[in-house]
């Protein structure tokens, strides 16, 4: 089975500090996303990535920026958190070998920001 | 306004009972139709794919109406673990990225 880890479950910051969101896949997949889900909103886009070192905006990249050094590993980065970035994060990785659609999504990260 | 617009419910359903619900998108160019199911403080997990025929897998039945622009949902002889949150999705590309609506809430109760 497909295993997509997030670092933290919940974590809690500071207006304006700097935040890391790490997320590993173990499938080898070429796909990672970076979704976060409010209540009435749905999941929306930040940040997608279909292969290592290249990152492309999704819906909602403003305050966002992301890494993908290594093919496993996509970080999402709140240079400098707000309020409005309260939220749960989700990744997810898929991969064209088994339908680019069918994505795998890790457990989330709630974060707060104070 | 949302690409992917879904009502929100909750659907209060019977074990046993049918219970079928729509979600309509507004992007015409959108190719593939997917629904996901989140269950509570879970994350989304793919459930169908939905073709332009119209498929089935087990109890559940998914149609696309690209007149309309609509997808629905039904699932017969409802289970107590079918009592879950269904993300309607729709897609302009083959790549992955996707476009989620806010969910359809449905309880079945015993």
């Known amino acids: ?114 | 306004r949302k690409e992917v617009e879904q009502d929100p419910g909750p659907f209060n359903v019977p074990e046993g009972a049918t219970v079928a619900f729509n979600c309509t998108y507004s992007n015409s160019a959108s190719q593939s139709f997917f629904w996901y199911r989140q269950d509570c403080r879970k994350e989304p997990k793919l459930l169908m794919s939905v073709y332009s025929s119209g498929n089935e897998d087990g109890r559940f039945t998914a149609q696309l109406n690209r007149a309309s622009q609509y997808i629905s949902l039904l699932i017969r002889d409802s289970k107590l673990s079918d009592s879950a949150t269904y993300l309607c999705v729709s897609s302009t590309d083959s790549w992955g990225k996707l476009q989620f609506g806010a969910g359809t809430q449905v309880v079945v109760t015993p």
């Open chain 1, 1 to 114: 089975d497909v295993k997509v880890t997030q670092s933290s479950r919940y974590l809690v910051k500071r207006t304006g500090e700097k935040v890391f969101l790490e997320c590993v896949q173990d499938m080898d997949h070429e796909n990672m996303f970076w979704y976060r889900q409010d209540p009435g909103l749905g999941l929306r886009l930040i940040y997608f990535s279909y292969d290592v070192k290249m990152k492309e905006k999704g819906d909602i990249p403003e305050g966002y920026s992301v890494s993908r050094e290594k093919k496993e590993r996509f970080s999402l980065i709140l240079e400098s958190a707000s309020t409005n970035q309260t939220s749960m994060y989700l990744c997810a990785s898929s991969s064209p070998r088994q339908g680019s659609e069918k994505l795998f999504f890790g457990s989330g990260t709630q974060l707060s920001v104070l």
